[in-house]
């Protein structure tokens, strides 16, 4: 495998909804609506990925918290790790070693890849 690269091994997809880690509660609920989506990674100032929201991660917050109000202005990041659903992706550059992805999906419980960058076949 480590002849292959990410870009090698997947197909191109259609567009991938990835929003700062600062957006708001009620923001990531008005994105997962107007997308239809379940949720999407979150990445820092730099692009950087953080993690994974999901409508899970959220209802969790909501039936948690104190207040509607309260709940739907803190920033989203603070919900990322709360359920399992986030914590199964990977993510990777398409010129990395596939294998990486082969020993995350066997060692780290990842069950998902997203690959950024240019997808090619040989």
């Not at 957006?23 to 609506?33: D, F, M, R, T, Y």
């Not at 990445?43 to 509607?68: N, Q, Y």
């Amino acid at each position: 495998m480590e002849d292959f690269f990410c870009g090698q091994m997947v197909q191109e997809c259609g567009e991938i909804i990835i929003e700062p880690h600062d957006i708001s509660v009620k923001e990531a609920l008005g994105v997962c609506e107007a997308k239809e989506i379940s949720g999407f990674p979150i990445v820092d100032r730099k692009g950087a990925f953080l993690g994974t929201v999901s409508l899970t991660d959220i209802v969790l917050h909501f039936a948690e918290a104190k207040s509607i109000e309260d709940a739907s202005n803190v920033p989203i990041y603070q919900l990322l790790g709360r359920s399992e659903e986030g914590k199964v992706f990977g993510f990777y550059e398409a010129t990395d070693r596939a294998n990486l992805i082969l020993e995350a999906f066997t060692n780290k419980n990842i069950r998902r890849a997203v690959i950024k960058g240019k997808h090619w076949r040989k």
